[in-house]
């Protein structure tokens, strides 16, 4: 997850995105996000997981999974969004 470009490959690849560019934030963001929640030094990752808890920010993820095979690093920011996910699951 650390060797992210920020191409946004994975953006531009992902349905959902297209679909609701506006609302979900898409995998990039969603893969820089996890890389600051599963920093166990991160002071502020409960905040993080309570701003990602929303309909649109997150849950747009419909597990395609073309974010994954456009990645240049081979990084799979789908898996990352799936954790994301558990993670907000765990805090109800």
Not at 42 to 47: F, L, V
Not at 58 to 78: A, D, V, W
Request: with cysteine; charged share 25%.
């Amino acid at each position: 997850m650390y060797e992210c470009i920020l191409c946004a490959c994975c953006s531009a690849a992902c349905p959902s995105y297209w679909w609701n560019s506006e609302e979900y934030l898409g995998p990039a963001v969603l893969q820089q996000a996890f890389r600051w929640i599963d920093d166990s030094r991160d002071q502020k990752t409960e905040e993080r997981l309570k701003q990602l808890d929303d309909t649109f920010k997150l849950y747009r993820c419909h597990t395609i999974m073309n974010c994954s095979k456009t990645c240049p690093k081979h990084l799979n920011p789908g898996k990352a969004i799936a954790k994301i996910k558990a993670r907000v699951a765990q805090m109800h």
